[in-house]
Structures are given as C-alpha cells and as structure tokens.
Nanobody
Framework: QVQLVESGGGLVQPGGSLRLSCAAS????????MGWYRQGPGKQRELVAT???????NYADSVKDRFTISRDNAKKTVYLEMNNLKPEDTAVYYC???????WGQGTQVTVSS
C-alpha cells in the first residue's frame, strides 16, 4: 500500500521561506510523476507543481519563480522549496502520486505577520 508522508509546514512571515518534504513508501517511486497540491481556506484544491520521472517540472502561474519542486529517487522523496511566501499561499499542502490516486495527509502552511 502506498504511503505519502509530508513534513515541513509551519508558520512563516510574508517574504519568508519553507521547505516541504514528502516521503513515499510501498511503491516503486522513480517511474511516477509526483505532485504538490494545496487547498486554502474556503477554496478548492489546486495544483501547485509536478515533477516527472525525467525531472521535467510544471508550475501553477501563481507560484512560478518562487517555488521549486525537486525529487530524490534514491530517498523516494519529493520536495517543495517555497520562497518569498505570501499570505495567499496559506493552505494545507498535499503530496500526491496521481497515477495511483495516492495522497498524503497534508501539512499546514500559514503565512502571516
């Protein structure tokens, strides 16, 4: 059974940075696209970024040039480096392995002064 476990969320001031991690287990990791999604208060879940098995990346317009997704296949881990955070980035962030319809439990990111 696939398990995705996120970590690294927290409270940060506007302009600050956070790094999220997502550790996968129970599946082959390196062949799949991995993604980060988020759901803000009163909003629908939205795509933040994806990274393919060939390391090709895709970002939502709202996070381009501020967020960086990366993966370490040896560690079965995907990361989301978030810089210049804004209050509108406040959300629960979820790691996903879409091909297997697998989701993590989510980690809260709050951007506030």
């Amino acid at each position: 059974q696939v398990q995705l476990v996120e970590s690294g969320g927290g409270l940060v001031q506007p302009g600050g940075s956070l790094r999220l991690s997502c550790a996968a287990s129970g599946t082959i990791f390196n062949i799949y696209v991995m993604g980060w999604y988020r759901q803000g208060p009163g909003k629908q879940r939205e795509l933040v970024a994806t990274i393919a098995n060939n390391y090709r990346t895709n970002y939502a317009d709202s996070v381009k040039d501020r967020f960086t997704i990366s993966r370490d296949n040896a560690k079965k881990t995907v990361y989301l480096e978030m810089n210049n955070l804004k209050p509108e980035d406040t959300a629960v962030y979820y790691c996903a392995l879409p091909a297997l319809s697998s989701w993590g439990q989510g980690t809260q990111v709050t951007v506030s002064s």
